[in-house]
């Protein structure tokens, strides 16, 4: 059965019909989803906020202050590593929510997330990381494997933590580890870049900020966020839809990014499981293109399960099990096998002699 | 229908099976656990509160099991879970009662942004509310239950919740949590008080729960005006002594109080400008619960 999350977000005026249980039943999937206050957005711009009973709308708007209240704090976080940036003189290029919030998309939405995510270009890193230190920020691990994990591996430094308001931020040079196959060349996502109207900051052309979304969800091993971020999706590809020619440009794009595979689980997803309006033809086309190796049957049956709302009421018998080998698949997309073996080793032999936290 | 009204058993068949559903002031919480000493903490505790029907809607879910099988045996543990969700690292199996409070504390202070939240007893007297905000040993819990226990209402020895609709104070009364010495000071002043289980060795000392009054938990969710607010602090061998306190301080001391006064932003800001408006404001210094509480009395007349 379709969680009441989902059938609510494919169509906000089902909450009309809903009784107190169920309306029980929708709020707690929402606020394990992390989409309480999105939710509370949705509902407010269909009209309905005088129609909600009493009990779940105090739960809605007390998501909506704090989501306000996070709004309002991020803005200044991103103006301080606006600062930062300048005496390094790298333009600032946002990531992800970020992205979402400062660009003012659908997907800003209540959406709310611990770090602030940015792109520079990598010969500029060095620069970056020390103009960052000098406003206050530093590493966040000391430990030397870690910091090679990170630098030698990874698309991103190791996070740098402020060391008086305690927020963090990602420092990316890609959005894929060097160790994948699908990495794409960062200087083409740095290249089409878009300057926010009225802001000294960047963002993303429209279709990477929607790959970037895709490939960041179908890489992934966590899903403990998977309905949220594929809801962030939907209402990208929703927003952006309009623009005249759009999928055609997603797709292209999708191939220049080696980006396929990733676009045709987001096309395929959104629209299985939120009704997204994604063209048939668009659909056909980006299946082509992500090749014959998928497995869509059992593709299927992974991510239809792991991208429920995380709560009990969403889980079938087969959800863990779901959840564990996409885990398992993360790992093994992020880095070849000779790589990934060693790694997992030594993170598992330091654990048992007690150098790092469980 | 209310708790005391179900046998011991259906107790811990209910909370074993769907879940204990309980009123607690505004609240609906509905708690699930198999371990015998939170079935003893509700039935000596919260007998007097309303049990809330199957159709009805639900604030907070909440659980309370051991981590593992293997904790269950080993070392025991418990743990406290917010509808799926873990707020805390677990803590031992003996102090899982105490746990049940901790996190619903936490599920109100962070679920509910329609209050300003204050870390403040508050008790009401004649339709005025005085609220004691207070950092741990500053005797406010101890006060509040001597208070109580002399016919004053309990909204809440813990958190203060005024509304940002309507400047009201609402209550959630709740087992009062008392620690150290403070548990035998309040048996000795009031002979009649009903303790669940005193736990030794926690993170806050020797911790005891006493049953809120009957007659507390049945005004149910009605709020109360606020008229006094007053920063308690218990000195060993002190006099009792009351100093007017300025309202701009007043209003500083109990942002510094609050669970949520940042989140609330210029609401926050606002709703504490106005508590303190409509409050006297002081310092007290007290060392005699008998004083105490004939001082207050007075002034609630």
């Known amino acids: ?358 | 229908m209310k708790l005391e009204t179900l046998s011991k058993e259906t107790v811990v068949q209910t909370l074993k099976s769907q879940g204990l559903r309980l009123k607690i002031g505004g609240f609906t919480v509905c708690l699930s656990s198999s371990i015998p000493d939170v079935a003893a903490h509700l039935a000596s505790l919260y007998g007097a509160f309303e049990l809330v029907d199957e159709a009805d809607f639900i604030d907070f879910y909440t659980s309370l099991e051991s981590p593992s099988l293997l904790r269950r045996y080993f070392r025991p543990q418990v743990t406290f879970s917010f509808d799926g969700y873990f707020p805390f690292k677990p803590l031992p199996y003996d102090q899982a009662s105490a746990m049940f409070e901790w996190g619903l504390n936490w599920c109100i202070a962070s679920q509910s942004h329609q209050y300003l939240i204050a870390h403040a007893a508050v008790v009401e007297l004649n339709g005025q509310a005085f609220i004691f905000p207070g950092v741990p040993g500053s005797g406010k819990s101890t006060l509040c239950a001597a208070l109580v226990c002399s016919s004053w209402r309990l909204l809440s020895d813990e958190m203060t919740l005024l509304s940002l609709a309507d400047g009201l104070v609402y209550p959630v009364p709740r087992p009062i949590s008392l620690k150290n010495r403070s548990i035998d000071v309040i048996r000795n002043f009031y002979p009649e008080a009903v303790f669940g289980k005193v736990v030794n060795d926690t993170s806050k000392g020797t911790v005891g729960h006493l049953r809120p009054p009957d007659k507390s938990v049945g005004f149910g969710s009605d709020p109360a005006q606020p008229a006094k607010l007053i920063f308690p602090k218990y000195e060993q061998g002190s006099e009792t002594s009351l100093t007017q306190l300025t309202k701009g301080r007043a209003l500083l001391k109990l942002a510094e109080n609050s669970f949520n006064y940042n989140v609330l932003g210029l609401h926050g800001f606002n709703s504490l400008a106005d508590l303190v408006d409509c409050c006297d404001c002081y310092e007290f210094k007290y060392s005699n619960l008998d004083e105490a509480i004939a001082l207050f009395t007075g002034m609630a007349q």
Request: proline share 5%.
């Open chain 1, 1 to 358: 059965m379709k969680p009441l999350l989902c059938t609510v977000f494919i169509n906000p005026n089902a909450a009309l019909d809903l009784n107190l249980q169920q309306w029980d039943m929708l709020i707690r999937q929402a606020r394990a989803a992390n989409v309480l206050a999105r939710l509370g957005f949705l509902l407010q711009d269909a009209g309905l906020w005088g129609k909600i009973p009493v009990k779940p709308l105090l739960h809605l708007e007390s998501a909506l202050v704090y989501f306000g209240r996070f709004y309002s704090s991020l803005q200044r976080e991103i103006g301080y590593v606006h600062d930062a940036l300048s005496v390094a003189n790298v333009p600032l290029v946002l990531l992800k929510g970020s992205a979402y919030i400062m660009a003012v998309n659908a997907a800003a939405k209540g959406r709310t997330f611990s770090d602030v995510d940015i792109l520079v270009p990598e010969d500029k890193l060095l620069e970056v990381e020390w103009a960052l230190i000098n406003a206050g920020w530093i590493t966040s691990t000391l430990d030397p494997y870690d910091q090679k994990y990170y630098r030698q591996w990874m698309h991103e430094i190791p996070p740098l933590r402020h060391l008086d308001r305690q927020t963090s931020i990602d420092v990316h040079h890609n959005i894929l580890p060097k160790t994948t196959e699908f990495c794409p060349d960062a200087a083409l996502l740095l290249a089409n870049c878009v300057k926010i109207d009225g802001q000294d900051s960047w963002v993303l052309a429209t279709e990477d900020r929607v790959l970037h979304s895709a490939t960041h969800l179908f890489h992934e091993g966590e899903f403990g966020q998977g309905f949220r971020d594929l809801s962030d999706l939907d209402l990208l590809l929703r927003e952006f839809s309009g623009e005249g020619d759009f999928w055609e440009k997603l797709l292209q794009r999708a191939e220049a990014l080696k980006q396929q595979v990733p676009l045709f689980y987001a096309l395929r997803y959104t629209r299985k499981i939120l009704q997204t309006p994604v063209p048939e033809r668009i659909l056909d086309a980006a299946g082509r293109q992500a090749g014959k190796k998928i497995n869509t049957p059992l593709m299927d049956a992974l991510f239809l399960r792991a991208l429920m709302p995380d709560h009990a009421s969403c889980n079938d018998r087969w959800t863990g099990l779901a959840r564990w080998l996409l885990y398992v698949r993360s790992h093994w997309l992020r880095m070849p096998v000779h790589l990934m073996v060693s790694h997992l080793l030594r993170k598992s032999l330091r654990r048992v002699l007690g150098k790092e936290p469980h």
